[in-house]
């Protein structure tokens, strides 16, 4: 899902007000040209995001394919 500038303020601005002990940040992933896959960016955002190891790959096997199609 891809958010507007607007809708991304919003959320985040909606979520402080709750006034949570958490961070946010935007993490943006790019796929590339012609479904070129940066995959030390894609690996590195996916531990970010605390995606268990052994299925970091699935994952990026599955996005280059969907990339691709």
């Given at each position: 899902?891809?958010l507007?500038?607007?809708?991304?303020?919003?959320i985040?601005?909606?979520?402080?007000?709750?006034d949570?002990?958490?961070t946010?940040e935007?993490?943006?992933?790019v796929?590339g040209?012609?479904?070129?896959?940066?995959?030390?960016?894609?690996?590195s955002?996916l531990?970010?995001?605390?995606?268990?190891?052994?299925?970091?790959?699935?994952?990026?096997?599955?996005?280059?394919?969907?990339?691709?199609?």
């Amino acid at each position: 899902m891809r958010l507007t500038g607007e809708q991304h303020r919003s959320i985040i601005e909606a979520l402080r007000a709750a006034d949570l002990e958490w961070t946010f940040e935007l993490i943006n992933s790019v796929a590339g040209s012609r479904g070129a896959v940066v995959e030390d960016d894609f690996y590195s955002k996916l531990e970010k995001l605390s995606v268990q190891a052994g299925k970091r790959d699935k994952i990026m096997l599955a996005h280059a394919k969907r990339m691709t199609q």
